[in-house]
């Protein structure tokens, strides 16, 4: 109860001789130190506000337009051409100001209005500019006339520095294809996997929609398009992530993990500082809007930043139906997990952040409280795991009011949920590459119930002082998680360092409370439910085969030495390993992001083509070298000007997707929309973007290297493949598949992690131009 004293402010007494009035001027400081940093964080609000308001303008800018008209008055000239004469006349202050006052007014007003019709002419002169897109589709050398003209505009309309979302009104809106160019592309996507037979019944159905029920269907998109910011996010939101009553555990999280060779310290509470302090350092950084907007590397072009808004004080709350995506301005504490029981862990006080050694101070008192769990408090995180609908349920009856909903609240509006494990992951033991294999099935869903899935994300610290997260997938994709990890990995080894004992530097204020342990009252109903949530949960867990590879021979260094994507290399090498698995080719997907539009999420590559189903073809069949070579320079391009036409607004389902929620808000039945979304993505793949490599000096620490993260399967006969391109000569991968499938095995199904592996991948070189 000590801690509940503290949080007193004042305390009276009623008593005979009257009130009795007991200040806590310490309290009172708290209070008012606290109240101080709100405001100036509303004070910041308001002033990114106006800033990124008028931007690519300035504030500053409107004393020039001023001085400027008011100049040119005092030389006898009208440049308003008897705009000012016309506002003086309708001014309300004409009887308490002179003539010459009046003037100096109406000129005033007239220049506000003249700034803020130039800054409207600059955005959308900015807007039109980020509409242009031909720039991506023109080779490397071959820049147009209109592309050499356009940079140099670009770059003058964006000089000035912007805050993070300087350019989000400046973003052009996501096009809405015509949709005889997404049913072409998409029969042309689905031939290489169709037979004759099968192709033809597939373009009769596609024909009958685009001629009748498809143009309906375009029209109230369409509609949508011209009233929405973009027509697909918000329905990519809801139907494909809140709607889904299935479990968001390995369907729908995901997971990122630490750097490969290097811990940079053992100690768990001091990681725990380290990242704790460096995820709240990117948190101001958001909040201040001081993050530099992302863009399309090596160029000016700005990529939508509205992923950011919802990265903390974020949880998905369940409903019956569908879930709710929560979002708080400000939490100043943390939920931390360990050995069964939660607390809340204040980081701010007196306004102030606490410093990494104090962070660590306060982990290392939870890790050192001896009291048990509460009945029914270790393993309640298994209601986040398991089936949406029975958490709800349990959710809407015994955790909305009372202690529980107390304890709740405190997680749900916690900045971040802290996981402190108990166990040891990493390269570790006699087989340090195969225990990343455990090291990622910890990530991806631990025991079941030690992670709060519900969470934007959840920090896990292991024992030996690894570390690792898991993200929700609904509030944003992987690009924007990965971009905050890089920032915590650099700022924690880097930045903030640790002493030559392993622990967080700097002091410790003695006074400092301890972790506010969180309290249950967990009925056995909910006890039932977390035991039957658990069994689901567990099933699915057992179900995951994970396998991580790292591939050191060569990188994109060698790869784009011969002129060829390295993406598209890497995807042309999937299919390869795909078909000598399999013996055939599949539906796949790789996810492109449509970030280039405002809200823009992603968008899917169908990268299975006819090119390099032809190729491949060609390779198993014993074709010549020349003509292999032929048919892999033609595969590369076909699949780069794939990637290129889903980030420009071209891609094919999206489209499809708005079309098939409209035919149900409508009650029309399409049987080409139904099938089409039927489809399984068998082969499910995603390249985890290094964006920020300024951030590690590789060359002086080149054991400073990431892991990347992966994912679940999409389909339960089919793989989930993440990658990431690290430096210049290594490709990590992350391959995931269910044992309950006698086809698929995680450790054998890309061609470099088994005995076809490094065949395949050397093989892939010979055909490089």
């Known amino acids: 109860m000590a801690e509940a004293h503290q949080a007193v402010a004042f305390q009276f007494t009623i008593t005979p001789e009257g009130i009795d009035l007991q200040l806590s001027y310490q309290a009172l400081n708290q209070i008012y130190l606290s109240g101080v940093r709100?405001?100036?964080?509303?004070?910041?609000?308001?002033?990114?506000?106006?800033?990124?308001?008028?931007?690519?303008?300035?504030?500053?800018?409107w004393l020039f337009v001023a001085i400027g008209i008011l100049a040119t008055m005092y030389m006898q000239s009208d440049p308003s051409m008897g705009l000012?004469?016309?506002?003086?006349?309708?001014?309300?202050?004409?009887?308490?100001?002179?003539?010459?006052?009046?003037?100096?007014?109406?000129?005033?007003?007239?220049?506000?209005?003249?700034?803020?019709?130039?800054?409207?002419?600059?955005?959308?002169?900015?807007?039109?500019?980020?509409?242009?897109?031909?720039?991506?589709?023109?080779?490397?050398?071959?820049?147009?006339?209109?592309?050499?003209?356009?940079?140099?505009?670009?770059?003058?309309?964006?000089?000035?520095?912007?805050?993070?979302?300087?350019?989000?009104?400046?973003?052009?809106?996501?096009?809405?294809?015509?949709?005889?160019?997404?049913?072409?592309?998409?029969?042309?996507?689905?031939?290489?996997?169709?037979?004759?037979?099968?192709?033809?019944?597939m373009t009769d159905l596609a024909n009958e929609f685009e001629s009748n029920l498809g143009n309906r269907l375009q029209r109230y998109l369409k509609l949508k398009a011209l009233w929405a910011t973009n027509y697909v996010s918000d329905w990519w939101e809801e139907y494909v992530y809140l709607r889904s009553r299935g479990p968001i555990m390995v369907n729908s999280n995901y997971y990122g993990m630490d750097?490969?060779?290097?811990?940079?310290?053992?100690?768990?509470?001091?990681?725990?500082?380290?990242?704790?302090?460096?995820?709240?350092?990117?948190?101001?950084?958001?909040?201040?809007e001081e993050l530099k907007p992302s863009r399309v590397p090596g160029t000016v072009i700005p990529l939508c930043a509205a992923q950011c808004e919802r990265m903390f004080n974020?949880?998905?709350?369940?409903?019956?139906?569908?879930?709710?995506?929560?979002?708080?301005?400000?939490?100043?504490?943390?939920?931390?997990?360990?050995?069964?029981?939660?607390?809340?862990?204040?980081?701010?006080?007196?306004?102030?952040?606490?410093?990494?050694?104090?962070?660590?101070?306060?982990?290392?008192?939870?890790?050192?409280?001896?009291?048990?769990?509460?009945?029914?408090?270790?393993?309640?995180?298994?209601?986040?795991?398991?089936?949406?609908?029975?958490w709800a349920q349990m959710r809407k009856q015994y955790f909305s009011s009372g202690v529980n909903k107390r304890s709740l609240d405190a997680i749900e509006r916690a900045a971040f949920f802290v996981t402190l494990d108990d166990e040891e992951q990493g390269m570790r033991g006699d087989d340090p590459e195969g225990n990343l294999d455990s090291y990622a099935k910890s990530l991806l869903h631990g025991k079941c119930y030690d992670?709060?899935?519900?969470?934007?994300?959840?920090?896990?610290?292991?024992?030996?002082?690894?570390?690792?997260?898991?993200?929700?997938?609904?509030?944003?994709?992987?690009?924007?998680?990965?971009?905050?990890?890089?920032?915590?990995?650099?700022?924690?080894?880097?930045?903030?360092?640790?002493?030559?004992d392993g622990h967080c530097k700097g002091e410790v204020e003695p006074s400092l409370p301890q972790p506010q342990r969180l309290v249950w009252n967990i009925p056995a109903e909910v006890q039932a439910?977390?035991?039957?949530?658990?069994?689901?949960?567990?099933?699915?867990?057992?179900?995951?085969?994970?396998?991580?590879?790292?591939?050191?021979?060569?990188?994109?260094?060698?790869?784009?030495?011969?002129?060829?994507?390295?993406?598209?290399?890497?995807?042309?090498?999937?299919?390869l390993a795909y078909y000598r698995d399999r013996s055939g080719f599949c539906l796949t997907y790789e996810a492109s992001m449509t970030r280039l539009f405002r809200e823009g999420r992603t968008e899917t590559v169908r990268s299975c083509s006819n090119e390099s189903c032809a190729f491949i073809k060609a390779l198993e069949s014993g074709e010549t070298e020349e003509e292999c070579r032929r048919l892999f320079q033609l595969a590369s391009e076909k699949h780069q000007n794939l990637y290129r036409m889903a980030m420009t607004g071209a891609g094919i389902d999206r489209h499809l997707f708005c079309l098939y929620v409209v035919?149900?808000?409508?009650?029309?039945?399409?049987?080409?929309?139904?099938?089409?979304?039927?489809?399984?993505?068998?082969?499910?793949?995603?390249?985890?973007?290094?964006?920020?490599?300024?951030?590690?000096?590789l060359k002086n620490h080149p054991d400073f290297i990431s892991l990347g993260g992966g994912f679940g399967p999409v389909a339960d006969d089919g793989y989930g493949v993440s990658y990431i391109i690290v430096g210049e000569d290594m490709v990590n991968f992350h391959v995931s598949s269910k044992y309950s499938c006698s086809q698929t095995v995680s450790n054998v199904s890309v061609s470099w992690s088994s005995e076809t592996s490094h065949t395949t991948q050397a093989e892939m070189l010979r055909w490089l131009p």
């Open 259 to 288: 750097f490969l060779y290097v811990t940079p310290t053992s100690v768990q509470a001091a990681r725990a500082g380290n990242t704790i302090t460096a995820l709240l350092l990117y948190r101001r950084k958001v909040n201040r």
């Open 314 to 390: 974020t949880t998905r709350t369940p409903g019956v139906e569908t879930d709710v995506l929560q979002h708080w301005l400000d939490s100043e504490f943390v939920a931390v997990y360990h050995r069964g029981r939660y607390f809340r862990l204040w980081v701010y006080r007196a306004g102030r952040l606490l410093s990494p050694r104090e962070i660590e101070y306060q982990i290392q008192r939870i890790l050192d409280d001896p009291s048990p769990a509460l009945p029914g408090e270790e393993k309640l995180g298994a209601l986040t795991a398991g089936d949406r609908i029975p």
């Open 38 to 61: 709100s405001w100036k964080k509303r004070v910041s609000r308001v002033r990114n506000s106006l800033i990124k308001g008028v931007y690519p303008a300035s504030p500053s800018s």
């Open 84 to 201: 000012i004469t016309k506002i003086q006349q309708h001014l309300p202050l004409h009887m308490s100001l002179s003539t010459q006052g009046q003037t100096m007014v109406s000129a005033l007003v007239f220049s506000t209005l003249l700034w803020l019709s130039l800054i409207l002419a600059l955005r959308f002169c900015l807007k039109l500019l980020l509409s242009y897109h031909q720039w991506m589709f023109e080779k490397h050398g071959r820049i147009s006339n209109t592309t050499k003209v356009w940079v140099p505009l670009v770059r003058l309309l964006s000089s000035r520095k912007p805050l993070l979302y300087s350019y989000q009104s400046s973003l052009p809106h996501l096009p809405v294809p015509a949709i005889q160019d997404t049913v072409s592309r998409y029969l042309e996507s689905v031939r290489p996997l169709l037979t004759d037979l099968e192709f033809k019944r």
């Open 451 to 500: 992670r709060w899935f519900d969470k934007s994300f959840s920090v896990v610290i292991y024992k030996n002082g690894k570390s690792g997260l898991n993200a929700e997938h609904s509030w944003a994709d992987a690009p924007t998680v990965a971009h905050l990890w890089e920032y915590t990995l650099a700022t924690d080894a880097f930045q903030l360092g640790y002493t030559e």
């Open 663 to 697: 035919s149900k808000y409508l009650g029309v039945e399409s049987p080409f929309l139904k099938e089409v979304l039927s489809e399984p993505w068998r082969l499910s793949t995603s390249q985890t973007p290094v964006q920020q490599m300024n951030l590690f000096d």
């Open 529 to 575: 439910q977390v035991s039957s949530s658990l069994a689901v949960a567990q099933a699915l867990a057992d179900d995951v085969d994970c396998h991580v590879f790292p591939f050191r021979e060569f990188g994109k260094g060698r790869i784009k030495k011969c002129r060829i994507s390295p993406d598209a290399f890497i995807q042309i090498s999937l299919q």
